[in-house]
């Protein structure tokens, strides 16, 4: 499945708008992340928390622009997806090979049409992870999911990354049920690192409110 099949619902935000309208935007497309271009040409991502407490009779400036994040409209969705969980994003901006920004997709409709594209008729979730290949076994990972009663839907494994000379697996898979936190455990105690959860509802870092309080409860 690739990305061009999947609608772009979200414009762009442009240099020299309003914050008030640019703040706006982001009210009425229900998203954290919209993309900032200047004629029609891709300049970055801005936060809605980048921009929250300014001045809004101020105007957008290439200043406030926090990322430089796309996907290529021919790229796979599994590739999207990696990106839109190594960032954090709520949407992720498209763009052809001139630079041009063609629209974005909010993360939601992202996970809806690959429910929809695999025709996965049952309450479930898929996640995103990543390992280091001294880490990684499949069939590790498969047992640890099936110690929990649960099932794997599909799986794709999707590119090698050189961290700190490090090969990292990055990877997605779609369970049969709810992601727990008992499996998020599981894998942490394995060095598997969940990065992102996503249901057709809702997508999370997974069980990062309660990891934030034990940050704070240790002053950390």
Same mark, same amino acid.
């Given at each position: 499945?690739?990305?061009?099949?999947?609608?772009?619902?979200?414009?762009?935000? /442009?240099?020299? =708008?309003?914050?008030? !309208?640019?703040?706006?935007?982001?009210?009425?497309?229900?998203?954290?992340?919209?993309?900032?271009? !200047?004629?029609?040409?891709?300049?970055?991502?801005?936060?809605?928390? %980048?921009?929250?407490?300014?001045?809004?009779?101020? !105007?957008?400036?290439?200043?406030?622009?926090?990322?430089?994040?796309?996907?290529?409209?021919?790229?796979?969705?599994? /590739? $999207?997806?990696?990106?839109?969980?190594?960032? %954090?994003?709520?949407?992720?901006?498209?763009?052809?090979?001139? !630079?041009? &920004?063609?629209?974005?997709? %909010?993360?939601?409709?992202?996970?809806?049409? &690959?429910? #929809?594209?695999?025709?996965? $008729?049952?309450?479930?979730?898929?996640?995103?992870?990543?390992?280091? %290949? +001294?880490?990684?076994?499949?069939?590790?990972?498969?047992?640890?999911?099936?110690?929990?009663?649960?099932?794997? *839907?599909?799986?794709?494994?999707?590119?090698?990354?050189?961290? #700190?000379?490090?090969?990292?697996? #990055?990877?997605?898979?779609?369970?049969?049920?709810?992601?727990?936190?008992?499996?998020?455990? =599981?894998?942490?105690?394995?060095?598997? #690192? +969940?990065?992102?959860? &996503?249901?057709? *509802?809702?997508?999370?870092?997974?069980?990062?409110?309660?990891?934030?309080?034990?940050?704070?409860?240790?002053?950390?």
């Amino acid at each position: 499945m690739y990305i061009h099949n999947i609608p772009r619902t979200l414009q762009s935000v /442009k240099i020299g =708008d309003k914050l008030s !309208n640019v703040k706006n935007a982001f009210l009425n497309y229900g998203v954290e992340h919209l993309a900032v271009t !200047n004629k029609d040409k891709y300049l970055g991502i801005l936060s809605i928390d %980048r921009i929250d407490t300014y001045d809004e009779s101020k !105007n957008l400036s290439i200043a406030d622009i926090e990322l430089n994040v796309y996907a290529g409209v021919d790229d796979p969705i599994f /590739k $999207v997806w990696i990106l839109i969980a190594r960032h %954090r994003l709520s949407s992720i901006p498209i763009i052809n090979n001139q !630079n041009e &920004y063609l629209g974005s997709i %909010r993360t939601l409709d992202l996970i809806k049409s &690959y429910e #929809e594209e695999y025709n996965f $008729v049952k309450q479930g979730s898929t996640f995103v992870f990543a390992v280091t %290949r +001294i880490n990684y076994s499949m069939s590790r990972m498969i047992n640890i999911i099936e110690e929990h009663h649960i099932g794997i *839907d599909h799986y794709f494994i999707l590119q090698e990354e050189n961290q #700190e000379n490090q090969e990292i697996l #990055e990877g997605v898979i779609r369970l049969n049920a709810l992601f727990t936190e008992q499996l998020n455990n =599981d894998f942490h105690r394995h060095n598997i #690192e +969940i990065k992102m959860v &996503y249901s057709v *509802d809702n997508f999370y870092e997974p069980f990062k409110d309660r990891y934030d309080e034990l940050m704070h409860y240790l002053n950390v």
